[in-house]
T-cell receptor
């Protein structure tokens, strides 16, 4: 079992650009959540996808959007990047309404 | 809204000794789960231990145990016989049973293990 995989592991973008991050959930999991972790802080919930729909959303602007595909993989899109969007972006997968959440290794986004 | 507070930004322990990391939370719900996650420099969040709020018995996983005080909304992690590999950032997290798998994290405690 490959667990949760995220790509890319690192990337650098310029202010104003757009970025897409990808996540493949653990086998058998149907729910994907995204978190933003700024340096030295705890992860903050962005949103959660289940059955290809956004089920919950945290306190993030509309510049942050996502998608879930029929195979349960997910994308996180961020438009009009700001310097403050620089962070580690974590994807977590789970099954059903509640099970243990498994995390990927994250994508380190640097906005310059 | 639920909040999770970790009041110890940094802790250190000697190898083979015991250390306790503190966590408090605020919620009006009765059904929820609490977790301790470990995040080493590799960045991947690893589940250490979990506690269901309806269970009075404290969870234990090998060298890791919790002290869950529901009335006080306190959830501390005790690491016994600390090992060098325990060095990491530790996060306390709250999950409300009715909210899917959304987790609310504390700010973390950086644990150093001294040889």
């Amino acid at each position: 079992d490959a667990g949760v995989t995220q790509s890319p592991t690192h990337l650098i973008k310029t202010r104003g650009q757009q970025v897409t991050l990808r996540c493949s959930p653990k086998s058998g999991h149907d729910t994907v959540s995204w978190y933003q972790q700024a340096l030295g802080q705890g992860p903050q919930f962005i949103f959660q996808y289940y059955e290809e729909e956004e089920r919950q959303r945290g306190n993030f602007p509309d510049r942050f959007s996502g998608h879930q595909f029929p195979n349960y993989s997910s994308e996180l899109n961020v438009n009009a990047l700001l310097l403050g969007d620089s962070a580690l972006y974590l994807c977590a997968s789970s099954w059903g309404d509640y099970t243990e959440a498994f995390f990927g290794q994250g994508t380190r986004l640097t906005v310059v | 809204a639920q909040t999770v507070t970790q009041s110890q930004p940094e802790m250190s322990v000697q190898e083979a000794e015991t250390v306790t990391l503190s966590c408090t939370y605020d919620t009006s719900e009765s059904d929820y789960y609490l977790f301790w996650y470990k995040q080493p420099p590799s960045r991947q969040m690893i589940l250490v231990i979990r506690q269901e709020a309806y269970k009075q018995q404290n969870a234990t996983e090998n060298r890791f145990s919790v002290n869950f005080q529901k009335a006080a909304k306190s959830f501390s992690l005790k690491i016994s016989d600390s090992q060098l590999g325990d060095a990491a950032m530790y996060f306390c997290a709250y999950h409300q049973q009715t909210s899917g798998s959304r987790l609310t994290f504390g700010e973390g405690t950086q644990l150093t293990v001294n040889p």
